[in-house]
């Protein structure tokens, strides 16, 4: 495995209060995947070619699906990988996408 240098960046966001709490302060549960947007584009701009984007749920229940990951390399890595996001959200209805309590237990990347 090759070390990490200071080429590479990280960021992550891990939050705090419930999806309810993004939901009702900002209008939409997606709050803090949008936030991470904004920092990997910085990373982009700093020189990064490659972007990974993991979300873990941590109240998921026994069998669910609880770890996501999408990732990327080349100048559109960030793009590319919230392009695969938004695409795996489409399947669901606005309905869905819009009721925090459906999006904990059953939308990817709606976690903490």
Not at 20 to 29: I, K, N, V
Not at 86 to 95: G, I, M, P, Y
Request: with cysteine; charged share 25%; aromatic share 10%.
């Amino acid at each position: 495995m090759e070390p990490l240098k200071h080429e590479c960046g990280i960021a992550m966001i891990c939050l705090r209060k419930p999806l309810a709490h993004f939901h009702e302060q900002y209008g939409s549960w997606t709050y803090a995947l949008d936030q991470m947007y904004l920092l990997l584009e910085k990373q982009r701009n700093r020189g990064q070619e490659g972007a990974g984007v993991a979300c873990v749920k941590l109240h998921a229940e026994p069998g669910e699906d609880y770890m996501f990951r999408e990732r990327a390399v080349g100048s559109g890595a960030v793009t590319d990988i919230y392009d695969a996001i938004h695409h795996q959200l489409a399947q669901f209805t606005h309905d869905q996408r819009t009721d925090v309590a459906f999006a904990e237990h059953s939308i990817p990347f709606a976690g903490e």
